[in-house]
């Protein structure tokens, strides 16, 4: 017999599995209801923000970790420019402005863990 932990869309489950007696098949023996699951990674506070935050959010198209951010608060940026650039199964992921604008902050460090759809910065 064995006990696991197991994640399943964010719900914590902890598992029994045993060997079934008679065909020896296993047997997983789970709670009804899934424990509370540990908060899952977002950006941290603002890196450097000056004056109040943008319109247009700039958010993670995928879960990942901050490996480089591109663009400083006040930088003119161009549609498509690259603002950061997530690390997500060793590839780098651009993550870029859907708009012509200015940046008004950048809401992640290097090396923080993000979730798809956390917000990295803003825009004007």
Same mark, same amino acid.
């Given at each position: 017999?064995?006990?696991?932990?197991?994640?399943?869309?964010?719900?914590?489950?902890?598992?029994?599995?045993?060997?079934?007696?008679?065909?020896?098949?296993?047997?997983?023996?789970?709670?009804?209801?899934?424990?509370?699951?540990?908060?899952?990674?977002?950006?941290?506070?603002?890196?450097?923000?000056?004056?109040?935050?943008?319109?247009?959010?700039?958010? @993670?198209?995928?879960? !990942?970790?901050?490996?480089? =951010?591109? *663009?400083? $608060? &006040?930088?003119? #940026?161009?549609? /498509?420019?690259?603002?950061?650039?997530?690390?997500?199964?060793?590839?780098?992921?651009?993550?870029? @402005?859907?708009?012509? !604008?200015?940046?008004?902050? =950048?809401? *992640?460090? $290097? &090396?923080?863990? #993000?979730?798809? /759809?956390?917000?990295?910065?803003?825009?004007?």
């Amino acid at each position: 017999m064995k006990n696991y932990t197991i994640t399943v869309n964010g719900n914590v489950y902890d598992v029994v599995v045993e060997e079934g007696a008679s065909t020896g098949a296993p047997v997983v023996k789970a709670p009804a209801a899934p424990k509370a699951a540990p908060k899952a990674p977002v950006a941290a506070a603002p890196a450097a923000a000056s004056g109040a935050a943008g319109g247009v959010k700039i958010e @993670a198209g995928a879960a !990942g970790k901050v490996f480089k =951010i591109e *663009a400083k $608060v &006040g930088q003119a #940026v161009k549609r /498509g420019d690259a603002v950061v650039i997530l690390e997500a199964m060793k590839m780098e992921i651009p993550v870029v @402005a859907p708009q012509d !604008g200015t940046i008004a902050s =950048i809401n *992640a460090n $290097v &090396g923080d863990p #993000v979730e798809a /759809g956390a917000l990295l910065a803003t825009m004007n």
